[in-house]
Protein backbone atom coordinates (compact mmCIF):
# COMPACT_ATOMS: atom_id res chain seq x y z
CA UNK A 1 0.00 0.00 0.00
CA UNK A 2 1.33 3.12 -1.08
CA UNK A 3 -0.15 6.62 0.27
CA UNK A 4 1.25 10.09 -1.37
CA UNK A 5 0.91 13.33 0.62
CA UNK A 6 1.86 11.79 3.85
CA UNK A 7 5.04 11.81 5.98
CA UNK A 8 5.30 8.11 5.83
CA UNK A 9 4.84 5.43 2.62
CA UNK A 10 3.99 1.78 4.56
CA UNK A 11 4.42 -1.51 2.00
CA UNK A 12 6.06 -3.91 4.70
CA UNK A 13 6.11 -5.63 8.18
CA UNK A 14 9.36 -7.35 9.61
CA UNK A 15 10.04 -8.53 12.48
CA UNK A 16 14.03 -8.02 13.02
CA UNK A 17 15.92 -10.81 15.37
CA UNK A 18 18.64 -11.00 17.59
CA UNK A 19 21.63 -11.50 15.18
CA UNK A 20 20.16 -10.24 12.34
CA UNK A 21 22.90 -8.03 10.16
CA UNK A 22 22.26 -4.58 10.33
CA UNK A 23 24.16 -2.56 8.37
CA UNK A 24 23.77 1.79 7.04
CA UNK A 25 24.46 3.68 4.29
CA UNK A 26 24.96 7.31 3.80
CA UNK A 27 23.17 8.48 0.71
CA UNK A 28 23.75 11.60 0.89
CA UNK A 29 24.12 14.41 4.10
CA UNK A 30 19.98 14.07 4.55
CA UNK A 31 19.23 10.67 3.66
CA UNK A 32 20.36 7.08 5.01
CA UNK A 33 19.80 3.77 3.61
CA UNK A 34 19.34 0.80 6.43
CA UNK A 35 19.40 -2.86 5.69
CA UNK A 36 18.36 -5.68 7.89
CA UNK A 37 19.37 -9.10 6.69
CA UNK A 38 21.60 -10.01 3.68
CA UNK A 39 20.90 -7.82 0.59
CA UNK A 40 19.80 -8.18 -1.89
CA UNK A 41 17.87 -11.24 -1.69
CA UNK A 42 16.96 -11.61 1.92
CA UNK A 43 16.73 -8.12 3.56
CA UNK A 44 14.60 -5.31 4.70
CA UNK A 45 15.66 -1.79 3.52
CA UNK A 46 14.14 1.70 4.43
CA UNK A 47 15.39 5.18 4.36
CA UNK A 48 15.57 7.78 6.87
CA UNK A 49 15.82 11.63 6.44
CA UNK A 50 18.23 13.12 8.61
CA UNK A 51 15.55 14.59 11.49
CA UNK A 52 13.09 10.96 11.14
CA UNK A 53 16.32 8.88 11.93
CA UNK A 54 17.54 11.68 14.58
CA UNK A 55 13.66 11.02 16.32
CA UNK A 56 13.75 7.11 15.57
CA UNK A 57 17.49 6.85 17.49
CA UNK A 58 16.11 8.85 20.10
CA UNK A 59 12.88 6.41 20.80
CA UNK A 60 15.18 3.33 20.28
CA UNK A 61 17.40 4.96 23.33
CA UNK A 62 13.99 5.60 24.88
CA UNK A 63 12.58 2.11 24.46
CA UNK A 64 15.87 -0.14 25.10
CA UNK A 65 15.48 1.82 28.87
CA UNK A 66 12.41 1.06 29.41
CA UNK A 67 12.74 -2.85 28.51
CA UNK A 68 16.14 -2.94 30.41
CA UNK A 69 13.55 -1.60 33.08
CA UNK A 70 11.10 -4.07 32.65
CA UNK A 71 13.80 -6.98 32.82
CA UNK A 72 15.06 -5.31 36.06
CA UNK A 73 12.05 -5.09 37.87
CA UNK A 74 10.81 -8.90 35.74
CA UNK A 75 13.63 -10.94 36.41
CA UNK A 76 13.14 -11.57 32.76
Known amino acids: MTMFGT ?5 SYVVVREGCP ?3 SVD ?3 QVQV ?3 RAPSDAFEFI ?8 FV ?5 ALHEMDGAVSRSGW
Do not use: H, K, N
Open 7 to 11: DLIVS
Open 22 to 24: VAF
Open 28 to 30: SPD
Open 35 to 37: TCG
Open 48 to 55: LEREALRA
Open 58 to 62: ELGVE
